[in-house]
């Protein structure tokens, strides 16, 4: 599911103290949208990573413990005592997430520990407080992230297990939000295979929302103005393949006519029939649009969509309406929905050349 679909999942299995196990490559945003569901919602959050944890941290403290009997006496018995992040699972007054993160790479003596958790939320007979939601979270085998399995009585212990899948729409929206570069968002939607690469045996990082976020983050704060430089830099967070297509991306975006001209004259565009360059001139005509050349965006995206169909003008649409919705509304906007409705509808992204990686 969306990262979208997942934030109303887990909100709803919060208001119903029901666990739920998220499952998805590593980067993907399961901690981030945890964490943002519980601040949503008003919880506080605690979590707990099995992967780096001893069976006792899930049930407690072996100690000797002096107690009173009904006619007076006294007596020292031996009981599991919870500390740390357990107490505060026991004495929860407030609604609380317990975040589990990792369950996948704990060994099995640990998931074991932390399915007593889980089914019967008790701790050496201290029971967890009614105020709290378990959430787990953990990649998969093929993610090669030193996940063995998880132990079937813990799996079935969850209320549901689903799976994260990144959207390029949601991730653009959300690198928006963040300040990001637009060329980036841009093309993650041209290219929303990219969201997610391939594990990697070697000491280099692939794509995946997070690592493109870094990429981000280092072509809009930290300052480097060296192209080779940063190409290099770029290639470290993201990979290989991301730097070389991504840049060749923002080179054709570059040699293009000026967007601005095109938008006040879009009678005058000339619609490259290269699919990779179209894509990087509907991103350019998608930036530089404002409301008083929002006709001229829809002539452009008209021209276009004469050229290499209607998928690129939804491309361009869904662009615009990510960097600023309030440009896309009216009568306008609404009739060009109605008619492309089958296009929006059955929309995939156009499939690039992918010689542009060698330039």
């Known amino acids: 599911m969306k990262p979208s679909q997942l934030q109303i999942l887990l909100t709803a299995a919060i208001e119903r103290r029901r666990p739920v196990l ?31 944890a001893q069976p006792t941290d899930a049930r407690g403290m072996p100690a000797l413990v002096s107690v009173t009997g009904p006619d007076g006496s006294s007596d020292v018995i031996a009981e599991f005592l919870p500390y740390g992040q357990l107490r505060a699972l026991v004495n929860a007054e407030r609604p609380t ?37 378990f959430l787990s979270a953990t990649n998969r085998r093929q993610d090669r992230a030193g996940v063995s399995g998880i132990l079937e009585p813990v799996k079935s212990r969850f ?23 637009f060329e980036l968002g841009a093309y993650v939607q041209w290219r929303p295979e990219m969201l997610v690469g ?10 995946s929302p997070r690592t493109l976020a870094s990429a981000g983050e280092i072509m809009s ?26 840049s060749a991306f923002v080179r054709r975006r570059e040699r293009l006519p000026d967007p ?50 209607a998928e690129f003008a939804v491309l361009g649409m869904r662009m615009l309406k990510i960097r600023d919705k309030k440009l896309l509304s009216g009568p306008t906007y609404d009739a060009w929905c109605v008619n492309h409705a089958d296009a929006i509808m059955g929309y995939i992204a156009p499939e690039p050349i992918l010689a542009i990686a060698a330039e």
């Not at 391939?198 to 794509?207: F, M």
């Open 97 to 133: 997430v317990c975040f589990i993160d990792d369950l996948g790479q704990a060994s099995p003596a640990v998931q074991a520990a932390f399915m007593q958790l889980l089914l019967a939320r008790e701790v050496g007979g201290h029971k967890v407080s009614e105020h709290v939601t």
């Open 198 to 207: 391939e594990p990697c045996q070697d000491i280099e990082n692939t794509t």
């Open 159 to 181: 209320a549901t297990i689903v799976q994260l899948d990144p959207d390029a729409d949601e991730w653009a929206e959300w690198a928006a939000e963040k300040g990001l570069p």
């Open 260 to 309: 601005k001209a095109c938008l006040l004259q879009p009678n005058t565009l000339d619609v490259p029939e290269n699919l990779d360059i179209a894509a990087a001139l509907v991103s350019a005509l998608a930036q530089y649009v404002v409301k008083k050349t929002i006709p001229g965006f829809f002539s452009c995206m008209d021209r276009i969509e004469e050229v290499h169909g």
């Open 22 to 52: 998220v499952r998805g490559a590593p980067g993907v945003g399961k901690s981030d949208i945890v964490t943002r569901v519980a601040k949503n919602t008003g919880c506080d959050l605690i979590i707990m990573h099995p992967a780096v």
């Open 221 to 246: 704060a930290w300052g480097i103005s060296d192209a080779n430089l940063l190409a290099e830099t770029l290639e470290g967070a993201a990979g290989r393949a991301f730097a070389a297509e991504f």
